[in-house]
């Protein structure tokens, strides 16, 4: 309904534009994309940190002399083991007895659990007792999971198989008119999709089939006054860019050097609010509780959810040679940062706080990005506070002749190396290989 009316407003506009003493242009242009590409392994998950529910419980544990004399870390830990082995040897009774078939280790270690667990999940597919049943018992499950994690720190391990190759193929096509009446120009842009595409990248894969799809890109409304887009849903919040929902309107201005931009939910979600993280929860028993040793209150952990933004912000200007910034949002949410050249070096520095990150009084995500050109290589460095495995990263571009080539990795030994070699006419051979042998080799051209 929403998309309706703005793509109205927008024809509406437009119709009263061209009657009057006006030009217009038409313009269009595409891409095609064929080849044959894999979805990469899934990877061994990266081991996790313990809770600060859980080491907190383990702290308080054993310094409370009510629950045992002689308990550690250790004995703490093993207690709280079997404690989850009991939930789960429950689950898997109940799971039993509407189809699943599963025998669980009798006083197991944690890996015998995990594996247990494992198995669990895998035969949840055989329950006949319906949807409600299942999630259930997998919500306990999480729950013990959570549990474990949060208690000795350490994941699942997870690994797969790379899938097969299989071939891809599309074509986008973007169809751009423009009006323009005294001051005032519009644009409307429409975008034509149709086949399966590939995204090279570790979180993407191939795209949905489709047979043909139209869209309404974007009205683009310029006027003395500022420049302002209107795209449904698909204007990228100014500080955080994976914002729930994302804005509408974007209006952008200079005033002398200082560029500003506001963008703007039309349809702001006001039931939807920053939800602070919760870590499965786990307590011990104090000398005040009737049962002595440990208890656990099996609550489920669950994401922090980010606040709906209405609107942000953003001011830029040169200084120094460079530019420098500083966004805002309604929530709360703030960026700042700089970037320079020094004696050929290129410098960045940003400093983020997001909204959900505001609200769970999270640390400031602060990042530092070096850039050097040695003849046809570019080599790149960057560096942030976040301690997530993934601090640093290195990457190289090299492009001369024709001849493009990327590579780049990080602490975590993220890698990928991709790469290009243009044919003539705007055609191009296309190919990369990742960490998690995701892999593509393709052609690629424009029209």
Do not use: C
Not at 66 to 93: F, M, P, R, W
């Amino acid at each position: 309904m929403r998309n309706t009316l703005l793509t109205t407003t927008a024809l509406v506009l437009s119709a009263g534009i061209a009657s009057a003493d006006g030009h217009a242009t038409v313009s269009w242009s595409g891409t095609a994309t064929a080849g044959v590409a894999r979805d990469g392994a899934v990877q061994k998950a990266a081991a996790g940190k313990a809770t600060v529910s859980g080491l907190l419980a383990s702290t308080n544990a054993v310094a409370d002399a009510a629950i045992t004399t002689d308990l550690t870390d250790a004995t703490y830990k093993t207690q709280v083991t079997a404690q989850q082995a009991a939930l789960a040897n429950t689950i898997e009774t109940v799971l039993d007895d509407h189809g699943a078939a599963v025998t669980m280790t009798s006083t197991p270690t944690l890996a015998q659990l995990r594996a247990d667990i494992v198995k669990l999940y895998a035969s949840i597919a055989g329950v006949t007792s319906g949807n409600s049943l299942v999630a259930a018992e997998k919500v306990k499950l999480n729950a013990v999971v959570a549990i474990l994690d949060g208690v000795h720190g350490t994941a699942a391990v997870v690994e797969g198989k790379s899938g097969d190759f299989k071939s891809y193929s599309e074509v986008n096509a973007t169809v751009t008119g423009s009006v323009t009446a005294g001051d005032v120009t519009m644009t409307a842009a429409m975008s034509v999709d149709a086949g399966a595409g590939y995204t090279f990248a570790d979180d993407k894969t191939f795209d949905t089939a489709s047979a043909g799809r139209v869209g309404l890109d974007n009205v683009t409304i310029a006027t003395s006054m500022g420049t302002f887009k209107i795209d449904d849903g698909a204007i990228v919040h100014l500080v955080d860019a994976g914002d729930e929902t994302n804005a509408d309107i974007l209006y952008t201005n200079t005033f002398g050097s200082m560029s500003v931009s506001v963008a703007i939910d039309a349809n702001k979600d006001t039931d939807l609010k920053a939800a602070k993280a919760v870590d499965a929860v786990l307590a011990y028993a104090d000398g005040l509780t009737a049962v002595k040793g440990l208890t656990t209150v099996t609550t489920v952990g669950v994401a922090a959810v980010a606040a709906d933004v209405a609107w942000s912000a953003k001011v830029s200007m040169p200084v120094a040679g460079g530019t420098a910034y500083i966004a805002m949002d309604e929530e709360g949410g703030n960026i700042f940062g700089a970037s320079t050249t020094l004696s050929g070096v290129g410098i960045s520095f940003s400093s983020k706080l997001e909204a959900l990150e505001e609200e769970i009084s999270a640390d400031r995500d602060n990042s530092i990005g070096l850039t050097y050109a040695l003849g046809a290589t570019k080599l790149g460095a960057t560096w942030n506070s976040v301690e997530d495995g993934d601090q640093w990263g290195i990457s190289a571009a090299y492009t001369a002749d024709g001849m493009t080539i990327n590579a780049s990795t990080d602490e975590g030994s993220d890698w990928s190396v991709s790469g290009s070699y243009l044919m003539g006419t705007g055609a191009s051979v296309v190919g990369g290989v990742n960490y998690t042998e995701d892999a593509y080799l393709g052609l690629s051209f424009s029209f």
